[in-house]
């Protein structure tokens, strides 16, 4: 039974997101995407133009999970500061093993791949991490400004430290670093943001 036209863009981005995540924007063809989306090339034509503007798209659906599966979902939730950052620490993509074939699509490496890909690509990676650095940053302004956070932090270096700790932790899992490694990194971090409660 033919699925629903409504549902074919959906399905043409996440076959590319998960594609891209997989072998790289280069080595991924449109009749590989075709193939795994099942959808016909003039439907993909009609909702894309190029292969480029099918990447944009895979990009912000990468976000979209983020925002709502990943670890960007605890900045949205009420709570702690530390008890929302801890939560984001534990669902790092490396951390935890895979939960689905959308999970894939947000390990490191498909940023790094498509970011090396097209300028268009790193431009739009870089605003999006902008706007989640922003939003870590300002839920920890408001951490310190309720007093759950100590008030002698600075809640920029500690969006930093964390970002770039969490990045960290994420590209050595790629890389194969042993998982104790990233369990003792892991451990360190949350160790450190508890001893950040006021």
Same mark, same amino acid.
């Given at each position: 039974?033919?699925?629903?036209?409504?549902?074919?863009?959906?399905?043409? #981005?996440?076959?590319?997101?998960?594609?891209?995540?997989?072998?790289?924007?280069?080595n991924t063809g449109i009749a590989d995407i075709l193939k795994a989306s099942g959808v016909k090339?003039? $439907?993909?034509?009609?909702?894309?133009?190029?292969?480029?503007?099918?990447?944009?798209?895979?990009?912000?659906?990468?976000?979209?999970?983020?925002?709502?599966?990943? $670890?960007?979902?605890?900045?949205?939730?009420?709570?702690?500061?530390?008890?929302?950052?801890?939560?984001?620490?534990?669902?790092?993509?490396?951390?935890?093993?895979?939960?689905?074939?959308?999970?894939?699509?947000?390990?490191?490496?498909?940023?790094?791949?498509?970011?090396?890909?097209?300028?268009?690509?790193?431009?739009?990676?870089?605003?999006?991490?902008?706007?989640?650095?922003?939003?870590?940053?300002?839920?920890?302004?408001?951490? #310190?400004?309720?007093?759950?956070? #100590?008030?002698?932090?600075?809640?920029?270096?500690? $969006?930093?430290?964390?970002? #770039?700790?969490?990045?960290?932790?994420?590209?050595?899992?790629?890389?194969?670093?042993?998982?104790?490694?990233?369990?003792?990194?892991?451990?360190?971090?949350?160790?450190?943001?508890?001893?950040?409660?006021?």
């Open positions: 039974m033919p699925r629903p036209p409504s549902d074919a863009r959906k399905r043409i #981005v996440e076959a590319a997101l998960a594609l891209f995540a997989a072998r790289g924007y280069h090339r003039g $439907t993909l034509y009609h909702h894309f133009s190029s292969k480029k503007e099918l990447g944009l798209a895979a990009i912000d659906e990468m976000a979209r999970l983020l925002g709502e599966r990943g $670890t960007a979902r605890h900045l949205r939730t009420d709570g702690h500061p530390i008890d929302r950052m801890l939560k984001m620490i534990d669902d790092l993509p490396g951390m935890e093993r895979a939960k689905g074939r959308w999970f894939e699509a947000l390990t490191p490496s498909i940023a790094v791949y498509l970011g090396a890909a097209e300028p268009e690509f790193r431009e739009r990676l870089s605003t999006l991490y902008a706007e989640r650095i922003a939003q870590l940053e300002a839920m920890l302004r408001r951490g #310190v400004a309720e007093g759950q956070i #100590v008030d002698t932090i600075d809640p920029r270096a500690l $969006t930093c430290l964390f970002a #770039v700790t969490c990045e960290g932790v994420q590209f050595t899992s790629v890389l194969g670093l042993p998982q104790a490694v990233l369990d003792d990194t892991r451990v360190l971090l949350k160790e450190y943001l508890n001893s950040l409660r006021a």
